[in-house]
Structures are given as structure tokens and as C-alpha cells.
T-cell receptor, first 113, second 114 residues
Framework: TQLLEQSPQFLSIQEGENLTVYCNSS?????LQWYRQEPGEGPVLLVT?????EVKKLKRLTFQFGDARKDSSLHITAAQPGDTGLYLC?????????????FGQGTILTVHP | DAGVIQSPRHEVTEMGQEVTLRCKPI?????LFWYRQTMMRGLELLIY????????DSGMPEDRFSAKMPNASFSTLKIQPSEPRDSAVYFC????????????FGPGTRLLVL
């Protein structure tokens, strides 16, 4: 069973601060996805990283896939209250298990104005 | 374009009752996934279908849970009999294909078993 550990579990910061969320595993993934979930809604895909070492930017969000494709990070610059939510990483094992995502426990981010 | 549709959005029932959750995937999507989310265990995959066929049901907790996909536009997740520990938010998601890994989630059904 592939496991994904996310840290920190909770993050409470002031508007304008920077933050990083980590997603780690001992297993290799064919790709890794980051989702954001707001209360009362389902997760929404933010980005998919596929290549080891890949870096993707989405406005103030920067996503990185580890060289060995076992870990990933999400960095938010100058956080805003609108960034508040649950951030989930999810790994795809590939091969015959394609599509069977393993989710991390999530990071609850609160950005105070 | 309509997203994944789930019903009901909220369900309150008593222990021992049968519960049926419904999902309509995005039109044209070939894969459908049922997840359960709790504070303790996070988001867990229960079962997924590809072209209406169950591919992996290893996440289904026990025999009280069953899922069907009679056609490409409809799936159900049934719990019989329900227990208080089944209380959770149940999500349905669909994707274009197993190879296309982007999953689109519905709004979820919040289930409370008393």
C-alpha cells in the first residue's frame, strides 16, 4: 500500500506571509496531483506534475515534484484569505493501477486578513 | 457543462436503515470513483469503475457496502445496514479514462447515521 504523508496538518498564517506544504512517500509515483477543497465542496484539481524535478507555477502557487518522484511541495507566496482551504496531494501509481489515486491526509490552511 | 452530480446532498438516517447514494458522472467520462472522507482517515477510495465495470473494490469496508454502475450515466453506493461509524462525506468523481488521471469530484453527500 502506498502512503502519502502531508505536513503540516494545520497552518494558520497572516495575509502576506509565505508558506510551504510538503507531501512525502517512500513509494514512487507516476504523477502527483494537488487539489484544493473548500467547505461543503469536493476537491478541485490545481495541478498535475509528472516529471521528476518538474516545477509548475500557478499565479502565486509553485508546485515541485521531487527528482525521485517520491515527494512534492506546494509553496504559496504572499498568501491571501482566498487561499484558505484544505490542500490535498494525491499520487498516481501508474501501471495497472492507473487512476487509483492515493491521497494524503491534507493540510488545512487558514489565512487571516 | 454540468459537473458530477450527487444526490442527496445530505442524509440523516438511523442505524440499521438502508442508505443509497447516487451519482451522475460527467457525460463522456469512462471512469467513476467513489470516495469516503472523514477527519480521522482523510479521503479514501472505496471503489472505481471503468466502462461500467468494477475494477478495484479493495477499499470497500465490508459486505454492508455495495456499488453498482448499470450504465455510463449512473452509479449507486448502497449501505445496508448502516452504522454510526459510516457517518462521513461520500464523494463521487469521474475522469475521461483511467489513463487520463484528472478526476472531477462531485459536491459530496454528507451522511449522518444516528
Amino acid at each position: 500500500t502506498q502512503l502519502l504523508e502531508q505536513s503540516p496538518q494545520f497552518l494558520s498564517i497572516q495575509e502576506g506571509e509565505n508558506l510551504t506544504v510538503y507531501c512525502n512517500s517512500s513509494s514512487v509515483f507516476s504523477s502527483l496531483q494537488w487539489y484544493r477543497q473548500e467547505p461543503g465542496e469536493g476537491p478541485v484539481l490545481l495541478v498535475t506534475v509528472v516529471t521528476g524535478g518538474e516545477v509548475k507555477k500557478l499565479k502565486r502557487l509553485t508546485f515541485q515534484f521531487g527528482d525521485a518522484r517520491k515527494d512534492s511541495s506546494l509553496h504559496i507566496t504572499a498568501a491571501q484569505p482566498g487561499d484558505t482551504g484544505l490542500y490535498l496531494c494525491a499520487g498516481a501509481p501508474g501501471g495497472t493501477s492507473y487512476g487509483k489515486l492515493t491521497f494524503g491526509q491534507g493540510t488545512i490552511l487558514t489565512v487571516h486578513p | 457543462d454540468a459537473g458530477v452530480i450527487q444526490s442527496p446532498r445530505h442524509e440523516v438516517t438511523e442505524m440499521g436503515q438502508e442508505v443509497t447514494l447516487r451519482c451522475k458522472p460527467i457525460s463522456g467520462h469512462n471512469s467513476l470513483f467513489w470516495y469516503r472522507q472523514t477527519m480521522m482517515r482523510g479521503l479514501e477510495l472505496l471503489i472505481y469503475f471503468n466502462n461500467n465495470v468494477p475494477i478495484d473494490d479493495s477499499g470497500m469496508p465490508e459486505d454492508r457496502f455495495s456499488a453498482k454502475m448499470p450504465n455510463a450515466s449512473f452509479s449507486t453506493l448502497k449501505i445496508q445496514p448502516s452504522e454510526p461509524r459510516d457517518s462521513a462525506v461520500y464523494f463521487c468523481a469521474s475522469s475521461l479514462s483511467r489513463v487520463q488521471e484528472t478526476q472531477y469530484f462531485g459536491p459530496g453527500t454528507r451522511l449522518l447515521v444516528l
